[in-house]
T-cell receptor, first 110, second 111 residues
Framework: ELKVEQNPLFLSMQEGKNYTIYCNYS?????LYWYRQDPGKSLESLFV?????AVKQEGRLMASLDTKARLSTLHITAAVHDLSATYFCADQGGSEKLVFGKGTKLTVNP | DAGVIQSPRHEVTEMGQEVTLRCKPISGHNSLFWYRQTMMRGLELLIYFNNNVPIDDSGMPEDRFSAKMPNASFSTLKIQPSEPRDSAVYFCATSHGYEQYFGPGTRLTVT
């Protein structure tokens, strides 16, 4: 059974701080996706990671992929309020299907 | 490009009624996915099509749910009869390659 586990599920942090969200996945497909969802909105694609050691950065967010450990991380640098949202990782398990984690609800407090 | 278009955006219906959700994919995208999102179960893939052909419907919860893709520009997800536990947000997503692009979703409430 395909499994994607994110932690933490809830994260409250202060502006200016750094933190990391972890995503463990079970397949060997080694394609990992990160999405952002604002309340009541759709999912917005943030990063697509396609190979071991892949690292992508956009603004204060950086995602990386370690296929040997089956682990992806989403690192937040110097958080700002606008980053408050729910972040999902998703594993593409050998087909076109995506299996999503439960999401990490991030709240950035002033 | 307008992105993935879904209609209606909100639907409130009574138990036992038929509900049809619609999706127009991004032009040129050859794969289409229907997802359901609830607080309890998170995001679940219901069914996906490739080149208008259903590839995997293992996530469809039961026979009350059916999906079609009669052409490359249109897909429907039908629930008949609807039940309160079907209340959720239903997303359509499309792709051409790796990345999936999500529509705005349809919020379904069954009373």
């Amino acid at each position: 059974e395909l499994k994607v586990e994110q932690n933490p599920l809830f994260l409250s942090m202060q502006e200016g701080k750094n933190y990391t969200i972890y995503c463990n996945y079970s397949t060997t497909s080694d394609r990992l996706y990160w999405y952002r969802q604002d309340p009541g909105k759709s999912l917005e694609s943030l990063f697509v990671l396609l190979s071991n050691g892949a690292v992508k950065q956009e603004g204060r967010l950086m995602a990386s992929l370690d296929t040997k450990a089956r682990l992806s991380t989403l690192h937040i640098t110097a958080a700002v309020h606008d980053l408050s949202a729910t972040y999902f990782c998703a594993d593409q398990g050998g087909s076109e299907k995506l299996v999503f984690g439960k999401g990490t609800k991030l709240t950035v407090n002033p | 490009d307008a992105g993935v278009i879904q209609s209606p955006r909100h639907e409130v219906t009574e138990m036992g009624q038929e509900v049809t959700l619609r999706c127009k994919p991004i032009s040129g995208h050859n794969s289409l996915f229907w997802y359901r999102q609830t607080m309890m179960r998170g995001l679940e893939l219901l069914i996906y099509f490739n080149n208008n052909v259903p590839i995997d419907d293992s996530g469809m919860p039961e026979d009350r749910f059916s999906a079609k893709m009669p052409n490359a520009s249109f897909s429907t997800l039908k629930i008949q009869p609807s039940e309160p536990r079907d209340s959720a947000v239903y997303f359509c997503a499309t792709s051409h390659g790796y990345e999936q692009y999500f529509g705005p979703g349809t919020r379904l409430t069954v009373t």
